[in-house]
């Protein structure tokens, strides 16, 4: 049962333009959800998150967006850029325990 | 500051083999976690540790993985006999305290089993 999914295997966007990744989850549990970006032969990078009890959160060019309603959350790039390629790992927590991983997004910002 | 340290990077051995990894984390996080990653999947918890004690050892197929902790700081994950579908990488992560957050993931050991 996969509590965690990211239906876009992969992405590709031109370089200054805005990138989406988009996650859900079915556990209604979930109260902290994270954003890692992983490069070829690295381990992942924690990104940005958010607590279950916000909608909205932002760091520089990377925002994340929470429907709890919807059980949605999605990553926001704006702008794009070249050295944003990689692959994108949602995850979600419930009460501080386990991350619970997507199978991830591969995104390529093209220049 | 030094991040997660994992040994050996890659690891190629041949069925029904031990093998072990090592994996040193961030110098004052006291949780540990062990995760495995198949191709085109996500990280999956084998194993969370509070300092010593293993908190979470749901998803370690324990007759054929273990691991330790000894004094609460390096970590070591076992696996004996390797199977052709442990073939995958296997992930280190440690995090300040026990209210989970941010994990900071070491870069890997990719386990080659033929």
């Known amino acids: 049962d996969q509590q965690v999914k990211q239906n876009s295997p992969s992405l590709s966007v031109q370089e200054g333009r805005i990138s989406i990744l988009n996650c859900d989850y079915t556990?209604?549990?979930?109260?902290?959800f994270l954003w890692y970006k992983k490069y070829p032969a690295e381990g992942p990078t924690f990104l940005i998150s958010i607590s279950s009890i916000k909608d909205k959160n932002e760091d520089g060019r990377f925002t994340v967006f929470l429907n709890k309603s919807a059980k949605h959350l999605s990553l926001h790039i704006v702008p794009s850029q070249p050295g944003d390629s990689a692959v994108y790992f949602c995850?979600?927590?419930?009460?501080?325990?386990?991350?619970?991983f997507g199978a991830g997004t591969i995104l390529r910002v093209k220049s | 500051e030094a991040g997660v340290v994992q040994s050996p990077r890659y690891k190629i051995i041949e069925k029904k083999q031990p093998v072990a990894f090592w994996c040193n984390p961030i110098?004052?996080?006291?949780?540990l976690y062990w995760y495995l990653q198949n191709l085109g999947q996500g990280p999956e918890l084998l194993i969370r540790?509070?300092?010593?004690?293993?908190?979470?050892d749901s998803q370690l197929p324990k007759d054929r993985f273990s691991a330790e902790r000894l004094k609460g700081v390096d970590s070591t994950l076992k696996i004996q006999p390797a199977e052709l579908g442990d073939s995958a990488v296997y992930l280190c992560?440690?995090?300040?305290?026990?209210?989970?957050?941010?994990?900071?993931f070491g870069a890997g050991t990719r386990l080659s089993v033929l």
């Open positions: 110098s004052g996080h006291n949780t």
């Open positions: 992560a440690s995090s300040l305290g026990p209210g989970g957050g941010i994990q900071y």
């Open positions: 995850a979600a927590s419930a009460g501080g325990n386990k991350l619970v």
């Open positions: 540790y509070e300092n010593e004690e293993a908190v979470d």
């Open positions: 556990n209604s549990m979930f109260d902290y």
